[in-house]
């Protein structure tokens, strides 16, 4: 469709002893040293191959290194087992979503919200989920929620006209993201989304002023050509 062609606390716990503590996971945490972290959790599963936690561990940790197939086979398992805490279904959810399994990463992101994930995040994950199906009415459902969470300003109008430009709206579109182009001139998606906006109004000048550094004029009249095909 042309509308989408415009259109991603580990706690250690232990008692009082003189035996020290194993930091070995917190500090691969905080070096974000994910490919150790994988191998340290690989061991701790061998010693535990019951441990649904450590598998979501497991899970996040190869979501994180992008190897979206690790973590699909662990999510796959987990849910098979019922296993389900809405920090877990979140998870679950962004796996899916990388996976192109756009129903069942909506399915699994609402069931998170029902256990009671409620950050902004998730909103926008849903929010670009729906947009990416057409479904712009709970596209902007999702959007509206998370900038009533005080999701990043910025974010959250580019989202939302993006939504406009997919249902030709593009008045809407210029006039949400006039204000916040001329706070953050330098956000080239911003940027970009605004010029079409404003070429599908034929406001020609005004688009090449704000793409004057990214295209040459040559460059610019292909743009003009292949967003009027759209």
Do not use: W
């Not at 947009?131 to 929620?145: P, T, V």
């Amino acid at each position: 469709m042309k509308s989408r062609l415009l259109i991603v606390i580990l706690l250690l716990s232990g008692c009082a002893s003189q035996t020290p503590v194993d930091t070995r996971e917190v500090d691969l945490i905080a070096a974000s040293n994910y490919q150790g972290l994988s191998r340290y959790y690989q061991n701790q599963l061998q010693l535990n191959p019951n441990d649904n936690a450590l598998m979501a561990k497991m899970a996040d940790t190869y979501f994180k290194l992008d190897d979206i197939e690790s973590a699909r086979f662990y999510t796959q398992h987990l849910t098979e087992l019922g296993y389900g805490d809405s920090a877990f279904l979140y998870l679950a959810g962004k796996v899916y979503m990388a996976s192109e399994q756009y129903e069942l990463a909506i399915s699994t992101y609402q069931k998170a919200k029902v256990q009671g994930y409620n950050n902004a995040d998730l909103d926008i994950s849903l929010g670009v989920l729906y947009g990416s199906l057409g479904d712009f009415d709970n596209a902007l459902e999702q959007f509206n929620q998370a900038r009533l969470k005080g999701f990043d300003d910025v974010a959250i109008k580019n989202n939302i006209a993006v939504i406009y430009i997919a249902r030709q709206e593009y008045k809407q579109a210029i006039e949400m993201l006039t204000p916040i182009y001329e706070r953050s001139p330098d956000n080239d998606r911003l940027r970009m989304n605004l010029a079409v906006a404003l070429i599908k109004v034929k406001d020609y000048g005004t688009a090449r002023q704000i793409l004057e550094r990214d295209y040459s004029d040559a460059e610019f009249s292909l743009l003009l050509t292949a967003i009027a095909a759209l």
